[in-house]
């Protein structure tokens, strides 16, 4: 079973930049759709944007279109998230996830971002 590591959150100021990571071990991403997903506190966790295996982007949220983009780096097996023009509201634990046989069926721990207004 493929194991994923989210990094590369932190604490910015609003319109601040942040780009995360996804690392995968016991498996190759680009076997994998992959997705982020995103859970604020006392929220339900939300879909953010995917990708599928050869990098083409599937869908994004609108809350985040025109600011997030996915991309694949299979040299490096991982994927990314660049996140501009952050927001107070883009505030949440971050989690990286691969498509397994029709679900989300891999993980990762997830990365705090805290946007300051």
């Known amino acids: 079973q493929v194991q994923l590591v989210e990094s590369g959150g932190g604490l910015v100021q609003a319109g601040d930049s942040l780009r995360l990571s996804c690392a995968a071990s016991?498996?190759?991403?680009?076997?994998?759709?992959m997705a982020w997903f995103r859970q604020a506190p006392g929220k339900e966790r939300e879909y953010v944007t995917s990708?599928?295996?050869?990098?083409?982007?599937?869908s994004v949220a609108d809350s985040v279109k025109g600011r997030f983009t996915m991309s694949r780096d299979n040299a490096k097996n991982t994927v990314n998230l660049q996140m501009n023009s952050l927001k107070p509201e883009d505030t949440a634990v971050y989690y990286c996830?691969?498509?397994?046989?029709?679900?989300?069926?891999?993980w990762g721990q997830g990365t705090q971002v805290t946007v300051s207004s």
């Open positions: 996830a691969a498509l397994i046989n029709g679900r989300y069926g891999a």
């Open positions: 990708t599928t295996r050869t990098g083409g982007s599937s």
């Open positions: 016991g498996g190759t991403l680009e076997t994998y759709p």
